[in-house]
């Protein structure tokens, strides 16, 4: 990669909702991170590029928003949480004019697609790892979701 396709590509995430992003490809790392509550002109602040052993490495860095967790709530008590495994966009649906995978009231079984994590345009179906009832979702459909955010509640299915 070249400079500019290393601006290009900072400019790109910048414009999107991504609040953290990595890549590697022939020899140069991009590693971004960004703080939402900030300014979106500030998120190249602190921008270095540096060489290393014959290979390029840029590095854009701004300090990201840390994940808000919530305390459990008493309703969630009992509930399993099926959280994301990557950093991507949430869709509930294989096509936009789909029907979702789930839906609250559904049951799902140990397996079961209950989502989509775009990364990197790469479509990971997200898998149900217990057979209960949905009962909430968490994320609006097309949005970013970071490692760990909850995505579903399920009600685990007793005995």
């Not at 400019?11 to 939402?36: A, P, W, Y």
């Not at 495994?85 to 979702?100: S, T």
């Not at 079961?112 to 149900?128: G, T, Y």
């Amino acid at each position: 990669m070249n400079i500019k396709e290393v601006k290009d590509l900072i400019q790109d995430v910048l414009q999107s909702d991504i609040c953290e992003f990595e890549l590697e490809h022939t020899g140069t790392r991009v590693r971004m991170k960004r703080d939402f509550g900030r300014d979106r002109n500030e998120a190249l602040a602190g921008g270095a590029a540096r060489g290393t052993a014959g290979a390029a490495a840029a590095r854009a860095s701004v300090p990201a928003a840390a994940p808000a967790e919530d305390a459990e709530n008493p309703e969630e008590k009992g509930l399993h949480v099926v959280t994301s495994p990557i950093v991507g966009v949430f869709y509930r649906a294989p096509k936009p004019d789909a029907e979702p995978y789930v839906r609250p009231g559904d049951r799902v079984r140990e397996g079961s697609v209950l989502c989509i994590v775009e990364a990197m345009k790469l479509m990971n179906e997200i898998l149900s790892d217990v057979e209960g009832e949905i009962v909430r979702i968490y994320v609006e459909n097309g949005r970013p979701v970071e490692f760990g955010q909850k995505l579903f509640a399920v009600l685990p299915q007793q005995g």
